[in-house]
């Protein structure tokens, strides 16, 4: 038995069906993927029952795996990050790049709220931005959780998205040869169905390599607040700004060549 162990939002699930239908050594209850309209699969078939983190563990499986290898889920919410010191554990980790798609995805897919802040819209962007340095200051906060540990294999949240190549290599000790083909064809459907939680950390690594490489572009895409406010955050820490004035940029940045004026403009006073 193999244990995947992942905070909420529902990743864990992607990987049980994701594994089973990609990985040689898998056991395979259905071939048909599924992904609800929040990017889920939590109607994919379980080989055992999950393993919550509120209650005591015992094995239930569904299913005869014979000579193929068998994965179990830990579900351990957002208040419990704590390894359960099982052998062949994969555990889900919430790097940096995954901090913004995890705060979105714990809110709106596992407490089943709408992140939406009231006020003018500069003060709604300012929210968000000031929740993330919240997070930074708060060592505890449930973002900072879900580090590495030893004597398991770590997986970056994030590589689920940005590096699909290396979540496959870490996989595949564990679970044999991948087919390309049949994983390529679910990640396409998760990345679709799942763009929106990940447009922030994109925007916000786009952005950082237009100005350190002098490059420009238009923003045109419609990003939500949260990712606006989280790109502001994103500057503010790495150039280390103590704030970009909300009201003062109460208008949305067009292009990078008006985030490169912003950002000589505060350096300079």
Not at 42 to 58: A, E, G
Not at 128 to 156: G, K, R
Not at 215 to 239: A, P, R, S, V
Request: aromatic share 16%; charged share 25%.
């Amino acid at each position: 038995m193999h244990y995947i162990h992942y905070p909420s939002g529902g990743f864990g699930h992607f990987m049980l069906q994701m594994s089973s239908i990609c990985f040689d050594d898998v056991f395979c209850p259905q071939e048909q993927t599924t992904f609800s309209k929040t990017g889920n699969s939590h109607s994919y078939p379980l080989h055992y029952k999950t393993w919550l983190h509120s209650n005591p563990f015992s094995v239930i499986k569904y299913y005869d795996f014979q000579d193929k290898k068998s994965i179990c889920l830990i579900d351990s919410g957002i208040n419990d990050d704590k390894d359960r010191g099982v052998e062949n554990t994969i555990r889900m980790c919430i790097d940096e790049k995954a901090k913004s798609i995890i705060s979105q995805t714990c809110r709106e897919k596992a407490e089943a709220l709408i992140l939406n802040e009231s006020g003018e819209i500069y003060q709604q962007r300012e929210k968000f931005s000031l929740f993330y340095h919240h997070m930074d200051q708060n060592s505890n906060f449930y973002l900072n959780n879900f580090q590495p540990v030893e004597n398991v294999t770590n997986i970056n949240i994030s590589d689920l998205f940005f590096n699909p190549q290396r979540l496959i290599k870490q996989l595949e000790k564990h679970f044999g040869k991948c087919d390309y083909k049949k994983f390529y064809s679910i990640w396409r459907k998760f990345i679709k169905s799942n763009q929106k939680y990940f447009q922030a950390e994109k925007l916000a690594s786009r952005v950082k390599r237009a100005l350190e490489e002098n490059i420009d572009f238009e923003i045109k895409d419609k990003y939500t607040l949260h990712d606006q406010g989280y790109l502001i955050y994103y500057l503010e820490k790495i150039y280390n700004i103590k704030e970009i004035p909300p009201y003062d940029y109460r208008n949305w940045f067009k292009n990078t060549q008006e985030i490169r004026t912003c950002l000589k403009l505060i350096h300079s006073q």
